[in-house]
């Protein structure tokens, strides 16, 4: 009986444009008072608990330091050594953006950052260079939500939190997936290049490669010790979230020099204000999901899909389909974590591994990233290009297609998200 008035009263907030996360929140505390004897006191309580998690704040220190690396000089020396090593070759340009990127997002672990690093650097730069306008907006658009495919991701640690799994063992399990997506874009982006004669700028000479690497070594060596750090054991993801942010801030204050102090309070707002809509959110969703635990609706849901879903390639294929439109209209991580303790009941009876499902929960939202109206990525695009996000939208159809052919391979062969997971107990 609940569950109906649960779902009905989300729906009707939603239409009424209340805030996703005032709408669990207060869905939550409504659903609790009448229907369950819990005690105020505990709802605060949980409210508190909800963004309490340590692991969380990897994600505040991953967000400042992609702040500090878009606005500083790092994004600028990646690029030129990309441009050095295959920017001389068919389509080598575009090659290069999707190199950078995965580069940059194994440092930054957010998508709007990578776009806005990586996508106002390369976008003009491509265009002048004869490519496309279309095929360029459309082309850094789309691979600047390798972001969070490649780790450190921070919908990965939302994920791990959620379901109680390791962070460590969820970030291995984006490497391959992520390879495997910009080896598709470097394809497509490839045939494209060669079809049109899109080739710009002469090979460049061991010493001009020498120089570019020299001056782009400190960039180089950060997803090294980040990520190494991590998977040898030095340090945990939080802690290897606040070498990042330390490593970041150092490296452009004081070897770069391309940012001073007085630079620093902008980027502090900026990932304040980005942090504090992410915690609230998480928060408001941690008092819907102990109401969810309460009145055991994960497992009703659960028995209810199982009546009419007997097999779990289905069930994932369906999955997919729901996740794609709901990513039309609301924010996927608000969904991941309102949809995680709900899911687990089924991921168990079908015995799907909750660390595959969580690659094919964060591919979904590089898919809502890139998808009309919502997609936070077209309006970043938008921001940087001066372009419509009706023209941005457009731009990215055919990586949209492309996303979604790699996202149903991932889905059905585990291997390739499960493989380098095994490599650690």
Request: glycine share 10%; aromatic share 10%.
């Amino acid at each position: 009986m609940t569950t109906p008035l649960v779902i009905s009263g989300l729906v009707l907030l939603m239409i009424m444009g209340v805030p996703l996360a005032a709408v669990m929140g207060i869905s939550a505390i409504v659903c609790i008072t009448l229907f369950t004897r819990i005690p105020p006191q505990a709802v605060f309580q949980q409210l508190y608990q909800g963004a309490e998690f340590d692991l969380l704040q990897a994600v505040v220190f991953f967000i400042v330091a992609g702040a500090i690396m878009s606005r500083g000089d790092l994004a600028n020396r990646l690029v030129r050594i990309g441009q050095a090593v295959v920017g001389g070759f068919t389509g080598g340009m575009a090659i290069t953006s999707i190199l950078i990127c995965m580069f940059f997002a194994a440092v930054s672990g957010s998508s709007p950052a990578t776009v806005v690093a990586i996508g106002s650097i390369m976008i003009p730069a491509m265009v002048r260079s004869g490519y496309g306008e279309r095929f360029s907006l459309g082309l850094l658009t789309s691979t600047g939500s390798l972001g969070i495919l490649i780790p450190p991701s921070i919908p990965m640690i939302i994920w791990a939190v959620v379901v109680g799994e390791s962070v460590t063992k969820q970030f291995l399990a984006g490497f391959l997936p992520g390879i495997l997506m910009g080896g598709a874009l470097m394809v497509y982006a490839y045939f494209q290049a060669r079809r049109h004669g899109w080739r710009t700028g002469q090979r460049v000479s061991m010493a001009e490669l020498g120089t570019a690497l020299k001056e782009g070594i400190w960039g180089l060596l950060m997803p090294i010790i980040v990520l190494g750090g991590i998977y040898t054991g030095v340090f945990t993801a939080t802690e290897a979230a606040a070498v990042a942010f330390t490593y970041a801030l150092f490296v452009e204050l004081v070897i770069h020099r391309s940012l001073k102090v007085r630079d620093l309070m902008p980027v502090f707002r900026d990932s304040i204000l980005t942090s504090s809509m992410l915690l609230f959110i998480i928060a408001n969703a941690s008092i819907l999901s102990y109401y969810f635990s309460v009145d055991q609706i994960p497992l009703r849901v659960a028995d209810f899909l199982l009546q009419y879903i007997d097999n779990k390639f289905v069930f994932l294929f369906l999955v997919n389909i729901g996740l794609l439109i709901m990513g039309c209209f609301m924010d996927i991580v608000s969904a991941m974590l309102v949809l995680g303790p709900v899911f687990l009941p089924i991921l168990q009876k079908f015995q799907i591994d909750p660390i595959h499902f969580g690659i094919i929960m964060v591919l979904n939202i590089e898919v809502a990233f890139l998808t009309p109206p919502f997609g936070v990525n077209l309006f970043v695009a938008s921001g940087i290009t001066g372009k419509g996000i009706v023209e941005v939208a457009r731009s990215v159809i055919p990586y949209l297609l492309l996303i979604y052919g790699v996202l149903l391979l991932i889905t059905y062969v585990p291997w390739i998200s499960l493989v380098l997971t095994r490599l650690i107990q």
